[in-house]
């Protein structure tokens, strides 16, 4: 439910490409609701270490 309402609530359409992406986003955002902006800032920047996303394989 909570990922159904938040689909609904920010995204409005889903790509089916990229829908593996959906419940790790919401699930970084509830394990870090109880932090400040600052730390979830750092805690997503840490998230990615080593990791790359171009546009390119975004669009391909």
């Excluded at 439910?1 to 359409?13: D, E, I, N, Q, S």
């Excluded at 490409?17 to 997503?44: G, M, Q, T, W």
Aim: proline share 2%; net charge neutral.
């Amino acid at each position: 439910m909570f990922l159904k309402r938040g689909v609904h609530g920010t995204y409005h359409h889903v790509s089916r490409k990229h829908l593996h992406r959906y419940p790790s986003e919401f699930d970084f955002r509830y394990n870090a609701r109880d932090v400040s902006d600052a730390e979830r800032e750092i805690l997503a920047i840490e998230g990615t270490d080593g990791e790359r996303l171009t546009y390119r394989d975004l669009s391909s």
